[in-house]
């Protein structure tokens, strides 16, 4: 049985990374596979690889991977703004009164000092995707290298 949260570590503070309901996470699978299909295919020479430690890095051309994350740029506001919100809203910080969830469904911040914090809330973005869509790819050879993709190491 997977996990149901994941507890992180972000610039100090402690937060909770819940699941996504099953319709959101299937929609997000959707979206963020047609977003992700061109850097997958520009990596596609590294496909066999097992998790991100495998890729070969002197495989990679990181030219025509970089004008691949230039179209990243290119998605509408709308979309992005779409899973960031559902990303933050299955995010928590654990406050001493208990979680208090990141960003409610009315689009407005449950917690202090995030409105401005752009590192914080693209990591807590980043962890959401990750720790919600990864397990998708289990099995396919793609879960280590979607995983690095769409999740952040640094907390």
Known sequence: MQPRFKD???????????????????????KLTAILAPMIAALKPNLKAISTEDVDLEDIDVTEIAGIVGHLGNIPEKDFAYI?????????????????????????FGVSDLEDD?????????????????SFFQGSGLGGLVGGLISSRQD
């Open 8 to 30: 992180v570590e972000v610039n100090g503070r402690k937060f909770r990374i819940k699941k996504f309901s099953a319709r959101v996470g299937s929609f997000m699978v959707v």
């Open 84 to 108: 960031q919100d559902q990303a933050l809203r299955v995010c928590y910080e654990l406050l001493p009164a208990g979680p208090a969830q990141v960003l409610d469904d009315n689009g407005s």
């Open 118 to 134: 752009t590192v914080t809330i693209m990591t807590l973005t980043a962890h959401a995707l990750g720790f919600n869509l990864t």
